[in-house]
């Protein structure tokens, strides 16, 4: 990997690999700065594409493209943790990435991720490798049932993951991850999820978003409520955990901590993003410096900023379901004075689709969630 010795200063251009709502708001707090933004996947008319000054339209395995990208930028990073290692490393070899390659290849990766984890000493909910149907019996027996199966790479949303209640269900399960390398996770009976949106910088600094209490609608993210409602010790604990990830990792950027809270109040770490997460998106408005600007300030080698936030924040998200009766009515939602607004500019409304967000920052936690609850309904008429 190699190291920016200099900032990349205001004016320089950020090559971003991947091209959905993540990097449209990374693009949108970058331009706010005066800076240049290049983004590259295989799709066209892209959210992040349409706040980018350029959008280039190439496969991740397309090396000589991405080559030609990361030359014609100052500092590569990515909204996509998913890009093939050899797209990151061919990147590399025209410019710094950051988070590096090998942040990529830890976190893409289920296994390799909670091996990491455990070798390294921090809770993760008790995992199997999984090779076989032979191996997911003798994995059942050590875990217990009911678990959950899930595929080592290319996971998000819940997709690629299958729950067993019984023996019965296994060879279903191993079927349904098409018979390749899993990763078999005791199923925890959790108190509540919470996250960790942190940052650090290029000199070790760290910055931290608090704790985050994350609820899930078929294993998406339905509500995110910033403070999350647990005892201190708790959220205290997570981001010391964070920050033990960070540093471990040598991540240069944002990187995302999802944990479970068990019902006596321990935690462990379920998954890492490394970069801006949803459950960190009430920072773009409820925080003085938003997940995505942080991104910026760490890719770039800037100092990062200040993360007071302004007040209790809910967010809820909005997905293509929204659309089932027609265009939401946008007019109402807005009228609900503590709420912003956040479309992705995608055009298809797919069920289960990210298609945006609501934010809704209160004098109360109670009042940000009502709030942000009432709008979504007011959107579906
Ligand atoms: N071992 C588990 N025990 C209980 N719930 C789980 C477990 N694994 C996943 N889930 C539920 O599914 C959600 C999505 O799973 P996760 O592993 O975070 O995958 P994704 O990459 O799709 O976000 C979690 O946030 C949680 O609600
Ligand atoms: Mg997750």
Request: with cysteine; proline share 5%; aromatic share 6%.
């Amino acid at each position: 990997m190699r190291c920016v010795k200099k900032a990349v200063l205001p004016g320089s251009t950020i090559g971003v690999l991947g091209s959905g709502q993540l990097g449209r708001m990374f693009a949108i707090a970058a331009r706010r700065m005066g800076y240049r933004v290049h983004t590259l996947s295989p799709d066209e008319d892209t959210p992040t594409g349409q706040v980018a000054d350029v959008e280039i339209n190439a496969s991740y395995e397309d090396v000589d493209a991405v080559r030609r990208f990361a030359s014609g930028v100052d500092v590569v990073t990515f909204e996509f943790e998913n890009v093939p290692a050899t797209a990151a490393a061919a990147a590399a070899e025209c410019a710094p990435v950051r988070p590096g390659g090998y942040v990529l290849h830890v976190t893409q990766h289920r296994l390799r991720e909670k091996t990491f984890l455990s070798e390294a000493g921090l809770p993760v909910t008790p995992f199997q490798r999984v090779r076989s149907l032979e191996e997911l019996q003798a994995a059942t027996r050590k875990l217990g049932l009911p678990a959950v199966l899930k595929t080592a790479g290319f996971g998000y949303d819940g997709k690629g993951q299958y729950r067993m209640k019984t023996a019965q269900d296994l060879a279903a399960a191993w079927e349904a991850v098409g018979e390749q390398e899993a990763v078999l996770e005791a199923f925890i009976d959790f108190q509540c999820e919470i996250s960790v949106v942190a940052a650090r910088g290029e000199d070790g600094s760290f910055v931290h978003y608090g704790a985050v209490e994350n609820r899930h609608r078929n294993h998406i993210l339905d509500l995110s409520i910033a403070p999350a409602r647990v005892r201190l010790e708790i959220a205290r604990e997570a981001v010391e955990l964070a920050r033990a990830v960070l540093e471990k990792l040598e991540v240069v950027g944002v990187l995302c901590v999802e944990f479970f809270v068990r019902k006596d109040g321990s935690l462990l770490i379920n998954e890492l993003a490394p970069r801006p997460h949803n459950s960190g998106h009430f920072s773009f408005d409820a925080n003085l410096t938003s997940q995505f600007e942080q991104q910026l300030r760490a890719v770039c080698g800037l100092p990062l900023g200040d993360t007071r936030q302004f007040g209790p924040a809910a967010m809820a998200n909005l997905l293509g379901d929204i659309w089932d009766n027609g265009e939401p009515d946008w007019e109402a939602a807005v009228g609900v004075p503590t709420v912003k607004l956040h479309l992705y500019g995608k055009a298809e409304p797919r069920p289960g689709r990210k298609m945006g967000h609501l934010t809704a920052v209160a004098p109360t936690l109670e009042q940000a969630v009502a709030d942000v609850e009432r709008a979504r309904r007011l959107l579906e008429k």
